[in-house]
């Protein structure tokens, strides 16, 4: 993403595991001639804008109350449970290290970033009872355009 549209003006290149990959390009197919992955339900041919519609959705369907921000914690949660590093978790979820001398330094290659990103993604799949092949075969429900089901 281009530091202009990040919260921290940092650029942020987010490397996916080959699950978030295939989930992406299932919601591709299935989202027809848009441009946008997340498709705006209300505004031809633009994105979503802060998501906000999806989170009230997800809480409905889910019953579970809760904020993008907890998204954010649970993933670093887990990352930090399966020992990822750091400096790694900083730089998945682009914090800042600039107010550390040693993260100054570090270059993370985004290929081993990836590592501990399919590292998270695994442990949640696991978790969460995910099976891949259902999910590769998924198909919007009738109730919306933006929703996905994930077969239990």
Known sequence: MPRELTKSDREHCLPLSDFLLELLKRRRIFNGTSDWIFQSTRLNN??????????HKVRAKSGIRFTFHDLRRTFLTMGEKLDVPTYALKRLVNHSVSNDMTGRYLVLDIERLRTYMT??????????????????????????ETSITVPT
Do not use: N, Y
């Open 119 to 144: 590292q998270i993604s695994e442990a949640f799949i696991e978790l969460l009872g995910v099976d891949d092949v259902l999910v590769k075969e998924w198909k919007p429900d009738d109730t919306s």
């Open 46 to 55: 633009r994105p979503i804008s802060s998501g906000t519609g999806i989170l």
